[in-house]
């Protein structure tokens, strides 16, 4: 299963995919301002040309697990992004991916890296899931 992720912020949000089989992760591009009507047409855009199955947005927990002021903002743009794409839409919590992307050299933008590091993650939990 292909599937595509975000590394959801109101200013930049990544977007990493995977491959065919759903076993790699690789960064992709950053979209400005998803949110806005231009960014969903853009991310709609995105999951068509790259044939995502599924997208998986990164709910961002504090380190005790709670919901806080981030983790509302990116459920309610989750809302907006279900009614702008046609395929399903998940949360995952995604706790430390930016310091992972932080850590992590190569080319891609730091966003766009946080979001491959919250799809491996996914991709592990589905591919154990699946077993």
Do not use: N
């Not at 995977?18 to 969903?40: F, N, Q, Y």
């Not at 995502?52 to 927990?61: F, K, N, S, Y």
């Not at 992307?101 to 799809?119: K, M, N, S, W």
């Amino acid at each position: 299963m292909k599937v595509m992720a975000l590394d959801y912020g109101s200013a930049r949000t990544g977007v990493a995919v995977s491959d065919p089989t759903g076993t790699l992760a690789r960064p992709l591009c950053v979209v400005e301002r998803a949110g806005s009507e231009a960014g969903l047409a853009e991310l709609a855009r995105l999951a068509h040309a790259e044939e995502a199955e599924r997208i998986v947005v990164g709910l961002p927990l504090t380190l005790r697990g709670e919901r806080g002021e981030q983790a509302e903002e990116t459920e309610r743009f989750v809302e907006t992004l279900r009614a702008a794409v046609s395929v399903p839409v998940e949360l995952y919590d995604e706790r430390f991916t930016t310091d992972l992307a932080q850590q992590t050299a190569g080319g891609a933008p730091e966003d766009a890296l946080a979001a491959a590091h919250l799809l491996s993650g996914w991709l592990e939990r589905w591919s154990g899931a699946a077993l």
